[in-house]
């Protein structure tokens, strides 16, 4: 520790930080633009100046930056020196010579860093009176607006999504004061990581484009805290609503998740919510909608789960709560995972290897921080984007090395990548086809499953040095395994990636072997394994029985309702298999908010929250419990699943349920039911938790509007709605302070209106919020993580004649289901595809862009190739998810018919 004196005041410091650090850290508002707690220091801006004087007798002092001064035990330095305060108003001056001060009409107005900064340097007037410069803007896709001429040439864009996101289409052009930030010529930003610039921005530079369609200012949005839906992850984020309809997403800070960023996926697919296809009043098929009623599709359907057995179909983006009360509500004999035969045993195997592990179980922060990484069968950037961007700085943990040890300090930005230049840590990667993150590896394996965890075997056999179980390794894999090997023990913090998306165990145990294998050598080796979806652990660990045994239920004709909870099973098994099993059921009930082929079936629909009106948990692939909350009331056709199926249950007089109300009433009951669920009811205050008597706000002070929202309908203003399932209220009166961590509905601090009001409410910048970070961890090691050693090796893949091997192949933008409804995401989906390899293309004599049909069990597909030069010969890649591409259980055989090949897309196929 050091001690140093700010305007005479003594503080105890941590040394090695740059001062402006730590004077944020000690809550001094000092103004700044080009630093960034996640990209370190560059000196580009000159706004955070500060007087530090040589000793007690100095009275003059010189002017220094602070964000490029290291602490030094002893230091004096003045904040409030009147030359330091002189010196950041002209810098203000300067950086706004040519902004066009049009506060009133930008997007970021009232949540502008700028704004802030101008303030708090007590510039208030402009000096300049002569013509400013001004600048084209750029189409850069549906996710961001640009506007050119309010820059302040801060160098934070290109930093983020050139040095940190490793984007290479944005850039930085011109000299001096004549710059421009964006692209070589106009178009689509190609990073999945595009939509931090809105928030890296100080300024109204980059904006989120989808707000704009609906705009609103920040002060004016209802907001609380949520977690991401779009993949496995657990994302935090704020949530944003105004007249009834969601507005935006932005980053909740969460030191141990996802940090300051988000995805694009994750930012962007909240538009699903306003969809057009959104189901918001509950339905009887056999009453027309208008004289369907609440209480009539509640009789309905209760009269249905009255009579013969009645089975439930959980789902993995559902809350842990639905799941678990449509659970109590059937009975556990009669509850199934609402999830493919796949899905089921891969996840049920992760969870399995995390209990048993030795390996530490890594969050996405701590990938960061790992010097070696390898990863088996994930495509991260398609599968889990926020996973891959923390891989991409891990990569750089062994090269600054070199710099700590020639005492530079690491948030010397500019001279910590000017010395590392291109040097890239060990970053191995075995995977099916190419992946974006290939351009930081140090070596690329492209094969099918059974190769890749061949591979895998064989690198945990050469770490503990074990005779191998692999037989019949080429020479270039056995060197390949050596390679890795050696360079996951020379690492200090390995890590292992892989996960579900690979679609075959081995893989996973593979990885397993090879994380408990570095654990037993003494390394402090991690292991991070993804799942499908975001709720996809939790559903796993609440338990059940598989979907196929549902469809076998009603096959022999031992149940005659099924209740079916956010799922369309379409997506989950064949559409034959499907359609037989809506034959079967006599009555179909089916809760969810989005219409699907599946609520097409129902005899009784009813409307489910999306996380936007609803209160629930989601256990990420780590393992940690999150809770998201409902941002705005809705009326009661609108309400959460768990609040419909507790109804049910009130109606049939459910024993297990009777005084079942409130969200806080199904928590002990889940602990007492699954106690490896226990510490689940401690993951937020309960709704009775105050603050000095007061409940939480989700509206900031400055809410404008509310008692005309409604005018049209009601001059007098109504009785705000409460909230009897959080300590949040529907309104802008409450306690104004800091809430606890989990329930933040947005950040804000005196002087501090936008995104960087974060760093009030860490414990130190770029750490832990106050009273530690959301989430609590729902797997940890015990006596049972005995490192499990799994056998049985794969064999070699063999090529079948007439056949072709399907493997997924995974986007960003498409796959996942949600977030594809939404308009934006939707501009950048791919159209159905199938890739081929060179070789199969000229045996089956295609070109690219041509058909092939092909036969997936019964079903037959029909989709135009890319010819690919990496594939396996006799594989085939075929992407999950996208509009146009049925289900399939993949990895898996494809048939190849010879007289079914179209070499133009078919006009109709029996």
């Known amino acids: 520790m050091a001690t140093i004196y700010i305007d005479d005041k003594p503080f105890e410091v941590p040394e090695g930080k740059n001062l402006l650090e730590t004077c944020l850290n000690l809550k001094e508002d000092l103004p700044y633009f080009c630093w960034h707690p996640a990209m370190g220091s560059v000196g580009a801006c000159r706004q955070c100046a500060v007087t ?61 860093h700028l704004q802030d900064m101008t303030v708090m340097t007590g510039h208030t007037y402009r000096k ?31 930093r983020y999504y050139k040095d940190y996101a490793g984007g290479k289409d944005l850039d930085v052009f011109g000299a001096h004061n004549h710059l421009y930030f964006g692209r070589a010529e106009e178009g689509v930003l190609e990073s999945e990581f595009s939509g931090n610039l809105a928030e890296v921005c100080p300024t109204g530079v980059f904006t989120d484009k989808t707000l704009k369609q609906h705009y609103t200012r920040k002060w004016d949005l209802t907001t609380a805290p949520s977690v991401c839906h779009h993949c496995s992850l657990g994302c935090n984020t704020i949530a944003g609503e105004r007249y009834g309809t969601l507005r935006n997403i932005t980053t909740r800070y969460n030191g141990e998740v996802n940090g300051y960023f988000l995805c694009d996926r994750g930012r962007f697919g909240y538009e699903f919510v306003n969809s057009a296809a959104r189901i918001r009043k509950p339905l009887v098929r056999s009453q027309l909608p208008e004289a369907t009623t609440k209480e009539h599709a509640l009789q309905e359907a209760a009269g249905m789960i009255s009579k013969g057995r009645v089975i439930g179909i959980g789902s993995p983006r559902a809350s842990v709560e639905s799941n678990f009360v449509l659970k109590t509500l059937v009975g556990e004999d009669n509850f199934y995972l609402g999830v493919s035969e796949p899905d089921h045993d891969l996840v049920e195997f992760n969870l399995r290897v995390l209990r048993e592990t030795k390996a530490h179980i890594l969050s996405l922060r701590e990938v960061e921080k790992c010097d070696a ?31 700590a040890a020639l005492k530079i300090p690491l948030w010397q930005d500019a001279a910590a990548r000017e010395l590392i230049q291109d040097k890239k840590g060990p970053l191995y990667i075995a995977t099916f086809n190419p992946t974006k993150l290939d351009e930081v590896a140090t070596e690329i394996f492209n ?20 005779p191998s179980e692999v037989n019949d390794l080429g020479k270039a894999e056995e060197d390949l395994a050596a390679q890795i090997a050696e360079a996951l023990l020379l ?66 004709g031992e149940a005659d309702t099924v209740i079916i909870l956010e799922n369309d099973l379409y997506r989950r098994a064949c559409s034959d298999e499907v359609n037989k099993f809506f034959e079967q059921c006599k009555n179909v009930i089916v809760l969810d908010h989005l219409h699907t082929p599946t609520t ?140 606890p961590s989990s329930i933040i509905p947005f950040f804000w601090s005196p002087g501090w209106n936008s995104q960087q009001a974060i760093n009030k409410y860490q414990e130190e910048i770029g750490g832990p919020l106050h009273g530690g970070d959301p989430g609590i961890r729902m797997i940890e090691k015990t006596e049972q993580s005995i490192g499990t050693h799994f056998s049985e090796a794969p064999e070699h893949f063999q090529p079948l004649a007439d056949h072709l091997f399907m ?40 070109e690219e862009g041509q058909h092939l049909t092909f036969k997936i069990g019964e079903l037959m597909y029909h989709l135009p190739i890319k010819i690919s030069m990496t594939i396996t010969r006799g594989t085939a890649g075929l992407p999950v998810g996208l509009p146009g591409v049925p289900f399939a259980e993949l990895p898996g055989w494809a048939i190849l018919n010879k007289d079914l090949i179209w070499k133009q897309k078919p006009q109709a196929i029996s």
């Open 52 to 112: 530090v004087y040589k000793d007690e007798n100095d009275k003059v002092g010189r002017l220094m930056m602070s964000c490029m001064e290291p602490v030094r035990d002893g230091m004096r330095l003045s904040i409030k020196n009147q030359q330091a305060k002189d010196f950041r108003n002209n810098v203000i001056g300067w950086l706004m010579t040519n902004h066009p001060h049009d506060c009133a009409v930008c997007d970021e107005g009232g949540s502008c």
């Open 128 to 158: 300049y009176s002569f013509d400013k410069k001004t600048y084209r803007n750029q189409y850069l896709g549906p996710f961001l607006n640009h506007e050119m001429n309010r820059c302040i040439q801060c160098y934070r864009c290109v």
């Open 373 to 403: 990484v390898l990863i088996l069968g994930e495509d991260l950037t398609n599968t889990a984007p926020m996973l891959a961007l923390a891989v991409r700085q891990s990569v750089r943990q062994q090269p600054l090395e070199e710099v």
């Open 447 to 466: 094969a099918t499953p059974a190769e890749i965890a061949r591979l895998g075997f064989a690198i945990a056999n050469k770490i503990t040095g074990q």
């Open 491 to 556: 690492a200090k913090r390995p890590a292992i990636i892989s996960g579900t998306h690979g679609g075959r165990e081995s893989i996973i145990k593979a990885a397993a072997n090879i994380a408990n294998a570095l654990h037993d050598k003494g390394k402090e080796a991690g292991i991070m394994l993804t799942a499908p979806e975001c709720n996809s652990m939790g559903l796993d660990m609440l338990g059940s029985h598989r979907l196929e045994s549902a469809f076998a239920v009603m096959e022999h």
């Open 600 to 739: 097409e079936r129902a005899n009784v629909l009813l409307s489910a929250g999306t996380f936007a009106e609803s209160d629930g948990t989601l256990v990420n692939n780590e393992g940690r419990a999150q809770r998201f909350y409902q941002v705005y009331p809705t009326s009661e056709d609108l309400q959460e699943s768990w609040r419909w199926l507790m109804q049910l249950g009130a109606a049939i007089e459910h024993k297990q349920m009777l005084g079942w109300s409130t969200f806080d009433d199904i928590l002990p009951a889940i602990v007492v039911a699954h106690p490896e669920l226990k510490g689940i009811e401690r993951v937020t205050p309960s709704a009775d938790f105050r603050i000095a008597g007061q409940k939480i706000p989700r509206e900031t002070h400055r809410f404008s509007g509310r008692t005309s929202m409604n005018a049209g309908m009601n001059v007098s203003e109504p009785k705000p709605q409460e909230d009897p399932d959080s300590p949040l209220t529907f309104t802008m009166e409450g306690y104004r302070g800091q809430a």
């Open 807 to 846: 493997v997924p192949v995974y986007h960003t933008f498409g796959s996942e289901e949600l977030s594809a409804q939404a308009p934006a995401i939707a501009q950048l989906t791919p159209e159905p595809y199938l890739i081929l390899n060179v070789t199969d293309a000229l045996e089956l004599k295609l």
